[in-house]
């Protein structure tokens, strides 16, 4: 029995590698790229992106726990792995056995990390967490280098790496700016120790688009590498070549077409009634997808290669569109609900400003109930 889908991703392996070969020629040889697949590869699917991105010459995964190194480590040894958040004190003895390198923002952190390695007789690689305005992780600039000091003094412990986040690099250039000196003083007073850091790294995607340099010796975007140019209002003085195009396209089917008379209320709560004869699809996705309920009455889907309004309120597994524009639409017809249709293209962003969010919270929100297709990504 062949299985159809009512609403599917398709996900382009080759934009993939494209858009990482892209970002290796912004950051050239000397850069080290950490690729972010946290939260399932922002939603591609984390075993699939990760053997992509190994073939591809990515350099370090950054993950936010431990399943998802496991994951990675499932489809290839060998890569670095940075847990990107702080590990849960029953997470330490894992990570330590599993290799993947821990942030630390404490001392006590490293004291743990300490005692589980000598325990294990493993060294563990950390990276040091500097706050420098993101406020969620990290050691103050000014404790920087004490907290290297201890790092350094623990047995077992090794100091991989230390890093910054940024909290506002697609909006803020002068934010970013203080950013970015007050972990290069950090930096600076560490190694005025004598301690070396061999990895150090600040910039995400935003920064990576919008600092006119390079900064520091390992980059870390996620956005950029699935295709997606962060939203914003710096302007990124970089010419995006057409080789940076997104990975993934949502889409869906219709499974019926009817006229409604002028009059007529459409879905629960009765939020939009017909102001003429109309013709409306019922298409097979809904919030029980991941499909925001925010995009009633509001967002679009590309239905015959036209832009289709939805009517009244998403539902769990359907939804209603004005198909007037596309007066051929028939029952098994695709749906775009993400990507290219004809001539026209719904990017993730849009759909994101229709759902009052933000490009990352749309792609990990397309959940477990859409199968990912994949296409292309033949090795290199
Ligand atoms: C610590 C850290 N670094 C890098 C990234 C990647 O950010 P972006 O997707 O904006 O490139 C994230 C994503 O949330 C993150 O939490």
Redesign the pocket.
């Known amino acids: 029995m062949a299985m159809i889908n009512r609403s599917w991703a398709e996900v382009d392996l080759d934009a993939l590698r494209e858009n990482l070969a892209w970002i290796r020629d912004r950051v050239g040889p000397e850069v080290k790229v950490l690729t972010?697949v946290?939260a399932d590869a922002y939603g591609h699917g984390l075993k699939q992106i990760a053997a992509l991105l190994m073939q591809s010459g990515t350099d370090i995964f950054?993950v936010a726990n431990l399943a998802e190194a496991r994951a990675i480590r499932s489809v290839g040894q060998g890569w670095p792995i940075l847990m990107?958040g702080a590990c849960l004190p029953g997470e330490v003895a894992d990570a330590v056995h599993d290799e993947v390198m821990p942030t630390i923002s404490t001392a006590e952190e490293a004291q743990w990390f300490s005692r589980a390695a000598m325990r294990q007789r493993r060294l563990v690689r950390v990276h040091l967490a500097v706050d420098t305005g993101m406020g969620r992780l990290g050691v103050t600039p000014a404790g920087a280098a004490d907290l290297a000091d201890q790092i350094r003094s623990l047995p077992g412990v090794k100091l991989e790496g230390m890093f910054t986040?940024f909290a506002s690099s697609e909006d803020d250039a002068d934010f970013t700016q203080t950013q970015a000196e007050q972990f290069q003083q950090a930096l600076a007073a560490v190694r005025v120790r004598g301690i070396q850091v061999p990895l150090v790294h600040a910039s995400?995607?935003?920064a990576l688009l919008h600092e006119r340099d390079v900064l520091f010796n390992v980059v870390?975007?996620?956005?950029?590498v699935y295709g997606i140019v962060?939203p914003g209002t710096r302007r990124s003085t970089l010419t995006l070549p057409d080789r940076l195009r997104p990975a993934l396209s949502w889409k869906t089917s219709v499974s019926l077409v009817k006229t409604v008379p002028r009059g007529v209320s459409l879905s629960y709560g009765r939020t939009y009634t017909t102001t003429r004869s109309l013709r409306v699809a019922t298409a097979t996705v809904g919030y029980g997808d991941g499909y925001s309920r925010m995009g009633s009455n509001r967002a679009q889907v590309l239905i015959g290669g036209n832009r289709c309004r939805i009517l009244g309120r998403v539902t769990m597994d359907q939804m209603l569109v004005d198909v007037s524009r596309s007066p051929e639409a028939k029952p098994g017809d695709e749906a775009v609900l993400i990507g290219q249709q004809g001539d026209d293209a719904i990017t993730v962003t849009e759909l994101a400003t229709w759902f009052g969010t933000i490009p990352?919270e749309v792609l990990t929100g397309i959940n477990h109930r859409v199968p990912r297709i994949y296409r292309g990504g033949t090795a290199a």
Do not use: A, E, Q
């Open positions: 972010v946290k950054g990107l986040h995400n995607s935003g870390r975007p996620g956005l950029l962060p990352w």
